[in-house]
């Protein structure tokens, strides 16, 4: 989305905030995320308004700049990046009005521009980048009679993948967004990312398979799927979700790819307990997203088992369902490989 000669990259609308003024920054349209959810079960619809992975980027010629962000509900935190280095990171605090003064790295403009000059992101491209606490709103920037102009595409990853899934997706329990397995494959792969995981409420919802079938702008989507659907739906009901899922999306999409991913490695596949439900849910859910992906048949439709991306258990944290850093930084070796072989095959 351009606005104001800027790029809102992962965003659909911007929506005025009554009373505060500014725009939020939204993942999905209004009429998807208001219809999300099963049975009394509606945290998506909150879920789907955190501004997890979404992007403020613009080039400018100022030597420093004003940008005015807010968090909503709860603290947030921004990080800044010039093309692919870091410059900086902010705590917003919920309901306030936080104006950051930046400045053009002043080390830039002693090196070689050949090595400032990265295989995804323009040196000369600002990058607002916010995570999974809360919800952010825009309301100025300032760039004190420069110009803003939004990334040209050669400023910017020239492929573009869409990920959904649950929390684990959404960035689980990192630290920082940018250390999430979906940003950290992405930056290994050099591609763009659009992140519509949704925490705890990845319900395979037919909403969201039309969604994702008519969203104009990946070239490969993942889907991971299966952990949030435990305990909640049947087999015969999980069975009917992830087929339409995946038949709509490849039916839209014939010619670009699409990869199912099992549910990743956690406490439940090693429950004491015999009879312990989420250990067969898993089991089942796994085989019948592979199956399913089997019984469509198409070519550009791949499986993945949770257990070749997060390959160590050790790398879950404490809850034994959500990757710590250290596990999101495995699974991003691993999935950027996956995945660089599946599109490699295809090209």
Same mark, same amino acid.
């Given at each position: 989305?351009?606005?104001?000669?800027?790029?809102?990259?992962?965003?659909?609308? @911007? !929506?005025?905030?009554?009373?505060?003024?500014? $725009? +939020?920054?939204?993942?999905?349209? =209004?009429?998807?995320?208001?219809?999300? /959810?099963?049975?009394?079960?509606?945290?998506?619809?909150?879920?789907?308004?955190?501004?997890?992975?979404?992007?403020?980027?613009?080039?400018?010629?100022?030597?420093?700049?004003?940008?005015?962000?807010?968090? @909503? !509900?709860?603290?947030?935190?921004?990080?800044? $990046? +010039?093309?692919?280095?870091?410059? =900086?990171?902010?705590?917003?605090?919920? /309901?306030?009005?936080?104006?950051?003064?930046?400045?053009?790295?002043?080390?830039?403009?002693?090196?070689?521009?050949?090595?400032?000059?990265?295989?995804?992101?323009?040196?000369?491209?600002?990058?607002?980048?916010?995570?999974?606490?809360?919800?952010?709103?825009?309301?100025?920037?300032?760039?004190?009679?420069?110009?803003?102009?939004?990334?040209?595409?050669?400023?910017?990853?020239?492929?573009?993948?869409?990920?959904?899934?649950?929390?684990?997706?959404?960035?689980?329990?990192?630290?920082?967004?940018?250390?999430?397995?979906?940003?950290?494959?992405?930056?290994?792969?050099?591609?763009?990312?659009?992140?519509?995981?949704?925490?705890?409420?990845?319900?395979?919802?037919?909403?969201?398979?039309?969604?994702?079938?008519?969203?104009?702008?990946?070239?490969?989507?993942?889907?991971?799927?299966?952990?949030?659907?435990?305990?909640?739906?049947?087999?015969?009901?999980?069975?009917?979700?992830?087929?339409?899922?995946?038949?709509?999306?490849?039916?839209?999409?014939?010619?670009?790819?699409?990869?199912?991913?099992?549910?990743?490695?956690?406490?439940?596949?090693?429950?004491?307990?015999?009879?312990?439900?989420?250990?067969?849910?898993?089991?089942?859910?796994?085989?019948?997203?592979?199956?399913?992906?089997?019984?469509?048949?198409?070519?550009?439709?791949?499986?993945?088992?949770?257990?070749?991306?997060?390959?160590?258990?050790?790398?879950?944290?404490?809850?034994?369902?959500?990757?710590?850093?250290?596990?999101?930084?495995?699974?991003?070796?691993?999935?950027?490989?996956?995945?660089?072989?599946?599109?490699?095959?295809?090209?």
């Amino acid at each position: 989305m351009i606005f104001n000669n800027m790029e809102f990259h992962n965003v659909e609308e @911007l !929506e005025v905030v009554p009373g505060l003024g500014g $725009y +939020k920054l939204q993942r999905f349209p =209004s009429q998807l995320r208001h219809s999300l /959810g099963h049975k009394d079960h509606e945290r998506g619809r909150f879920y789907a308004q955190k501004s997890v992975g979404c992007e403020i980027r613009f080039v400018t010629a100022a030597k420093f700049i004003w940008i005015s962000l807010s968090a @909503l !509900e709860q603290d947030g935190r921004v990080l800044v $990046y +010039k093309g692919e280095f870091l410059h =900086s990171t902010h705590l917003l605090k919920a /309901g306030v009005i936080t104006t950051l003064h930046l400045e053009e790295p002043p080390h830039f403009n002693n090196i070689d521009p050949e090595y400032l000059q990265g295989d995804s992101f323009s040196p000369q491209v600002w990058r607002f980048q916010f995570g999974k606490e809360c919800n952010i709103v825009f309301h100025h920037l300032d760039t004190f009679g420069h110009d803003v102009n939004p990334p040209h595409e050669n400023e910017k990853p020239s492929r573009r993948w869409l990920a959904y899934g649950s929390s684990i997706t959404f960035g689980g329990d990192t630290c920082t967004y940018n250390n999430a397995y979906v940003q950290q494959t992405a930056n290994r792969m050099k591609v763009d990312v659009y992140n519509k995981g949704i925490a705890g409420s990845c319900f395979c919802e037919k909403q969201i398979a039309h969604y994702i079938s008519s969203h104009s702008q990946w070239d490969f989507v993942t889907l991971e799927l299966g952990i949030n659907m435990r305990g909640r739906f049947t087999v015969e009901e999980y069975e009917n979700r992830v087929r339409y899922l995946l038949q709509t999306i490849v039916e839209e999409n014939p010619d670009k790819p699409v990869v199912a991913i099992g549910i990743y490695p956690n406490g439940a596949d090693y429950s004491l307990q015999i009879d312990d439900p989420m250990t067969k849910a898993n089991q089942d859910f796994i085989e019948i997203s592979k199956r399913v992906g089997a019984d469509i048949g198409h070519k550009n439709l791949h499986f993945v088992y949770g257990d070749k991306v997060l390959t160590d258990f050790s790398g879950l944290s404490t809850d034994l369902v959500h990757p710590s850093d250290y596990g999101h930084s495995i699974m991003a070796e691993n999935l950027s490989k996956i995945l660089q072989q599946i599109l490699e095959r295809e090209a």
